[in-house]
């Protein structure tokens, strides 16, 4: 089970960040991810993490702006959005999937909507 955190509203410029809370078991063969999905618009990959690792994969659209990082003590993820857009606005779900592809994804978060003004 993966629970989001962290969402909200803020301006042009801003900063936000999430957290998803893992609960259960995942291979450290896996990686843990954050999606986006604005409306109309289909589902992107934006960051993931190799399970207790630091190999780190970015989509070009966050590339610079995003950082996704783990506390392994403590299950979770987080995203820290800075530098945000109003094109960030979007809900955004966290994901267990195996590394290597944005495709194979065996896990989702309820997501959680980041709204930038």
């Known amino acids: 089970q993966l629970v989001e955190s962290g969402g909200g509203s803020v301006q042009a410029g801003g900063s936000l960040k999430l957290s998803c809370a893992r609960y259960?078991?995942?291979?450290?063969?896996?990686?843990m991810g954050w999606f986006r999905q604005a409306p109309g618009k289909e589902r992107e990959g934006v960051a993931r993490?190799?399970?207790?690792?630091?190999?780190?994969y970015y989509s070009d659209s966050v590339k610079g702006r995003f950082t996704i990082s783990q506390d392994n003590a403590k299950n979770t993820v987080y995203l820290q959005m800075n530098s945000l857009k109003p094109e960030d606005t979007a809900m955004y779900y966290c994901?267990?999937?195996?590394?290597?592809?944005?495709?194979?994804?065996?896990?989702w978060g309820q997501g959680t909507q980041v709204t930038v003004s």
């Open positions: 994901a267990v999937l195996r590394c290597g592809s944005w495709a194979l994804v065996t896990d």
């Open positions: 259960g078991y995942v291979s450290r063969t896996s990686c």
């Open positions: 993490i190799v399970v207790g690792g630091a190999d780190t």
